[in-house]
């Protein structure tokens, strides 16, 4: 709040001040600040003024300008804690907490007493720890990079697939399967249940066989996982694919429940939420859930789990086995 004191006056100077402090009490931020603008005119050099003016503009949220007051502040009475104290109260608004912490110490050391900087200290303490996590929440989101995680399979899928043209290939389609669907995971917490294909550029009829096919349903029951699973293998005979992914979220999944086995199936990742990724070959197969949890009000995807797919299989073998 505004403060009643700073020194001798005359009766005119005063009144603007006691004017602005009660503008400054009603609310009406605007008028005070003006009417500290024409006090600070009358008295340049009168430390109150300009801290007033700076609660002013802080309520205004005009931060640079309320930092300029409270340093003018602090310069004009540097062993006024209330100057200190403004200017920690205006950091902390600009979230520039480890500044906002420097100043409330000063603060301290002139009044080491007040109660209300010591609770600031602590407050902003807290924000700054939540601050920093986010931060590094964002920055794991922004970074998360599949290539990176994948690439230590690239000699397994170089001695399968062969010539390197074609390894690179299914490789570059996996990558950017799994990293489409952690973006939509990250964006919604969702994504939609799907089998994306690897089609043959000269066989497959692209007219007839789309790259992706929604199983929105395959998950309801044995009957539909069943009359699901037949479809898409006859599917991947049909459009020659020559690889499929499978991207499906654990929570729309009544069958097959594959994270309720034991002994050898016995599901290690407690009750994460996440997503499955089920990659399928003639060649090679592989299975992942990717667990997720929200932090700091964001999603945020985990290192991807590789699983045991004789174990944990969300669909059976797609495409006949190959040697």
Known sequence: MAEAGGGP??????????????????????????????????????????????????????????????????????????????????????????????????????????????????????????????????????????RNFLDPLKPEFSSKFGAEEVWQDIFSFLTDVMDSAIKAWHETGQVDPRVNFLLDKQKTQTDK????????????SPHTHNNCFSFLRQYAEDSFSRAACLVAPKSIMAYPQVWKGQGSRKWKLGQSNGFFVQFESPLLRKLWFIPSSTEKGRILCRNPEALDISAHEVLPRLYKESF
Not at 102 to 109: D, G, M, P
Not at 209 to 220: H, L, Q, S, T
């Open 9 to 146: 006056s005359s009766g005119g100077r005063a009144t603007l001040k006691d004017q602005g402090n009660e503008f400054f009490k009603a609310g009406n931020y605007l008028k005070a600040a003006a009417l500290y603008t024409q006090a600070i005119k009358l008295e340049p050099s009168n430390p109150t003024l300009y801290s007033n003016r700076a609660a002013a503009f802080l309520h205004l949220v005009k931060l640079n300008k309320a930092l300029a007051d409270a340093d003018t502040t602090i310069s004009l009475n540097p062993q006024w804690d209330k100057g200190y104290f403004r200017k920690g109260c205006i950091l902390e608004a600009m979230e520039r907490y480890d500044d906002a912490i420097s100043a409330f110490q000063v603060a301290l050391q002139y009044n080491p007493q007040s109660s209300e900087v010591s609770k600031k200290i602590k407050r902003i303490t807290q924000l700054a720890r939540e601050k920093k996590r986010a931060l590094e929440v964002e920055n794991i989101r922004s970074s998360f990079d599949m």
């Open 209 to 220: 066989y789309a790259p992706v096919v929604n199983i929105d349903k395959a998950f309801e």
